[in-house]
């Protein structure tokens, strides 16, 4: 059912709109919308308020075919069995905090270990309940996007602070789709707020992501241990399995006999961003097949690059699929993951008066 229709005029010849539906309802009840933003070169992305989640996104490809690049459901009920956080914004805290602890100002917080990897307990993208699997308000923006806002309460998944959040998704017709992410809070707290779409360039989401060709604009990355938590060395990714400085197909060097790919069971790690300030380029990675390529600009410090490696089948998506091993691939942007424990890694914290402030920018072509 189509709800509403905003037509706006962004250009001299050019109308966007922005089109609202009911996408279904949470098992408590509340009404769930869902937004298509679409553009003047036939590109198309769905968000809905349920995690503020990146349900689509269709792109031509080379021949000018146009496919759904991204894993997940058709339906919100699919979207509610969601566990392996496709599409979602993920917070309040994304990626991995050592032992479900920190200590902030002197006091320790204690939050979920909801994860396990190599059988040992760790807090994951905020936890049980994380801003995944929230219900968010969205409206249409004036930028041919939707704004998306959550009130994180004190305490909730033992996070200090109420945390006030702001999502855009905006799409233009340079063919890039901006996702933005802003907090206040009113007491210390950490914040690293991520968005999480697995992309599968190729519009076969059940094919491998392997042939994919990576480039990552990081001559370092984060080591860690078996629990994937990192050690707190910055490591040259040159002369290892690590180097995406020049383009390579994700899938030659992936099983390499190389520490940080067995911890990882394949890529699965913060990459060091090239310093330098404001939003730049992090990484591009092309499907050779389709020629589809997608950049992706950013604003942080470091990116989670992660392979798929966890994906097992048992996740049935989009028209019947099983999401089998290494069929998506997340580029994270974000801050560096346990840095709340790690004096020496950039601050996550956020004071009453400061605002958290993510920009992720993927550009979207095909050659
Ligand atoms: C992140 C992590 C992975 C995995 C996925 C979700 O990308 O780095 O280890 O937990 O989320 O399955």
């Known amino acids: 059912m189509v709800l509403a229709c905003c037509q706006k005029n962004t250009g001299m010849s050019h109308q966007t709109a922005v089109k609202k539906e ?12 869902i937004f298509t933003l679409a553009n003047r070169n036939g590109l ?4 809905t308020e349920y995690g503020a989640i990146l349900v689509s996104v269709k792109t031509p490809d080379k021949s000018g075919k146009s496919a759904d690049i991204t894993l997940g459901y058709d339906t919100l009920d699919g979207w509610l069995t969601n566990t392996s956080y496709f599409g979602a914004t993920v917070g309040r805290f994304g990626n991995r905090i050592k032992d479900g602890k920190f200590t902030l100002d002197g006091r320790e917080y204690t939050l979920a270990t909801n994860n396990d990897p190599g059988g040992i307990p760790c807090h994951l993208h905020g936890g049980v309940t994380g801003f995944d699997k929230v219900l968010w308000s969205g409206k249409p923006t004036d930028e041919n996007g939707v704004e998306f806002t959550y009130l994180s309460k004190d305490g909730e998944e033992g996070y200090p602070g109420n945390l006030s959040v702001k999502v855009t998704y905006s799409l233009t017709d340079a063919d890039e789709l901006i996702w933005e992410a802003t907090a206040t809070t009113d007491a210390p707290t950490i914040v690293n707020i991520v968005h999480h779409t697995y992309w599968n360039l190729s519009g076969d989401l059940s094919a491998s992501i392997n042939d994919h060709v990576l480039t990552l604009n ?3 990355y984060l080591p860690t241990d078996a629990g994937l ?4 060395e910055i490591a040259t990714v040159a002369g290892t399995p690590m180097d995406f400085t020049t383009p390579q197909p994700i899938g030659v060097r992936v099983d390499d006999d190389f520490e940080a790919l067995k911890h990882g069971g394949g890529y699965d790690h913060a990459w060091v961003l090239e310093k330098g300030t404001g939003v730049r380029l992090a990484a591009r990675v092309k499907d050779p097949k389709t020629g589809r390529v997608m950049e992706v600009l950013t604003d942080q410090s470091a990116v989670q690059f992660y392979g798929g490696n966890f994906l097992d089948g048992t996740a049935t998506g989009k028209g019947g699929v099983n999401y089998a091993h290494r069929t998506g691939l997340c580029l994270e942007t974000e801050g560096f993951p346990d840095s709340p424990n790690k004096p020496s890694f950039p601050s996550p914290v956020l004071r009453p008066g400061e605002t958290y402030r993510h920009v992720m920018i993927h550009r979207f072509s095909a050659e």
Not at 44 to 47: K, N, P, Q, S, T
């Open 218 to 220: 990081a001559p370092s």
């Open 44 to 47: 198309e992305a769905r968000v």
């Open 229 to 232: 938590i990192p050690t707190g």
């Open 22 to 33: 009911v996408f279904g309802t949470m098992p408590d009840g509340r009404e769930v919308k």
